[in-house]
């Protein structure tokens, strides 16, 4: 019953910071993200943006992989051994993947990406 509660738990968190809700990426991923750029930013302050994509890109991975996490632990009934490199390949794989799509989707002026600072 343990196990089941702790892996629901990580499949809600993995669900919250994944890129499958984007909806919720203001509440979530970037806060964190921004969090994760700031701490860079006392090193130089030129790090803040960089690092906070790059914090961005490391929530959804984490998303993924506790989603993977949870559901193994509330689906799978008998005792597997995990593969930690190929859960983060295929969490990175995936993450990168989602990436490149919404970069095409925008390149390709499917997607419009919002003007935060501009004046129009």
Do not use: H
Not at 8 to 21: D, K, N, T, V
Not at 28 to 40: D, S, T
Not at 48 to 67: C, D, E, K, R
């Amino acid at each position: 019953m343990l196990k089941k509660l702790r892996g629901g738990f990580l499949l809600f968190i993995g669900y919250m910071l994944s890129p499958l809700s984007w909806w919720n990426d203001l509440f979530f991923n970037l806060p964190v993200a921004y969090l994760f750029g700031y701490i860079f930013s006392w090193f130089s302050p030129d790090l803040l943006i960089p690092f906070t994509i790059v914090g961005y890109w490391i929530s959804n991975v984490a998303g993924i992989l506790m989603m993977q996490f949870g559901a193994m632990d509330m689906f799978v009934e008998q005792p597997k051994e995990r593969n930690l490199k190929k859960d983060l390949l295929v969490g990175l794989a995936s993450s990168t993947a989602y990436t490149l799509v919404i970069l095409a989707l925008m390149q390709f002026n499917i997607l419009k990406a919002p003007s935060l600072f501009s004046g129009t």
